[in-house]
């Protein structure tokens, strides 16, 4: 009995690191991707010219997004091809 309950708290034990690594693993593998979309934004925006000071303009915002949907439209013609 002594050791069944012995090998039922270890295996709990047990379980309980798997999840926290698990945990670690994903907050490690969200943080990659953000730097990689927030990288992939930057370069994005130092290829078509814009810059951070007219982000408050709502024209230069307007033009940003219609300058991404072409370019993601070019994009995917390419792909197809």
Do not use: P, Y
Not at 9 to 21: D, E
Not at 52 to 73: C, F
């Amino acid at each position: 009995m002594w050791a069944f309950l012995a090998q039922l708290l270890i295996a709990l034990v047990l379980l309980a690191f798997f999840l926290v690594s698990c945990q670690n693993v994903m907050h490690i593998v969200r943080g990659s991707v953000r730097f990689l979309l927030k990288h992939a934004h930057r370069e994005l925006d130092k290829e078509l010219g814009e810059s951070q000071g007219l982000a408050d303009d709502e024209e230069a915002l307007s033009t940003r997004v219609v300058r991404r949907r072409v370019l993601v439209k070019v994009m995917s013609r390419e792909l197809r091809d």
